[in-house]
């Protein structure tokens, strides 16, 4: 068995974190591991973190769907998404 580290443990920690939307549970863990890995680097504090999350999200997928280069697929799902969170009552603070 390996001995634990800080860092280890930091990074178990930061990954067993939940993200709460609308009552909806998303686990950290469910994400793709290029999404934990930043969601890590967040909490570590090697990433900036950004307080107004629902407009930072907004705007990248507004960026994925007016990408042209991008297949018509992911841009639509991209803008599916902005169009849920424009709707929905969740608000930056």
């Known amino acids: ?11 178990d920690i930061v990954i067993s974190l939940n993200i709460f939307y ?8 469910q994400c793709g591991e290029l999404i934990r890995a930043t969601y890590a680097q ?10 107004a999350a629902i407009t930072c999200a ?3 997928f507004n960026d ?3 990408d042209t280069n991008l297949p018509l697929e992911v841009r639509e799902r991209a803008a599916f998404a902005a169009a849920n969170l424009l709707i929905s ?3 930056d603070k």
């Open 22 to 29: 609308k009552g909806l549970i998303m686990q950290v863990y």
């Open 1 to 11: 068995m390996m001995p634990m580290t800080f860092e280890s443990i930091q990074i």
């Open 89 to 91: 009552d969740h608000e």
């Open 42 to 51: 967040i909490g570590s504090g090697d990433q900036g973190y950004i307080p």
């Open 58 to 60: 907004i705007k990248t």
């Open 64 to 66: 994925i769907a007016e």
